[in-house]
């Protein structure tokens, strides 16, 4: 994937980065439905060949600065990750994360159906576009943990 907003790198990015290689990543199967089973065999593929990046990635990574990349002090600092979400209110078991994943994609549809109509907007259908795109923020996903490797480490990516 491209660079996202953030400064964050997709894992083909990384991939040339960290290891050096190129990974053949294909838009169409990266869209295709992932929630329908059984995967297919392109799937299962893809969705292998992107593990295997992640794991030789992190290996690398350890490499490089056991002291940020070593999996005791990658547990560490999950661990306080973790202590910190919940000192702020923010949900950290899957079951709590999956239905708040949920109530997000439900208000986003309904955000994106009065978006479609936003000319003939009434009074009623502007306050509940406004409160969906509030129940929306409120309900994003926390950030993902971020490790500067490009200075820190002299990658480049």
Known sequence: GASTPGNTSGLKRLVHGVLGLELVKSKNLARSPWGR???NKRQIDYAA??????VAILHRLEQLDKGR?????LMELLIQEEERRK?????????K???????R???KQKWRALKNKEEVWTAEERTEFENLFQVMQNLAPPPPLMFD???SLGITI
């Not at 000192?87 to 079951?95: K, N, R, T, Y």
């Not at 994360?97 to 109530?103: F, H, I, M």
């Open 37 to 39: 089973a059984p995967l």
């Open 49 to 54: 060949r992107d593990s295997w990046a992640s």
């Open 69 to 73: 990349f070593a999996p005791q002090a």
């Open 87 to 95: 000192i702020q209110g923010m949900p950290v078991d899957i079951a």
């Open 97 to 103: 994360l999956s239905e708040r994943a949920n109530k």
């Open 105 to 107: 994609r439900i208000a």
């Open 149 to 151: 490797v490009t200075s």
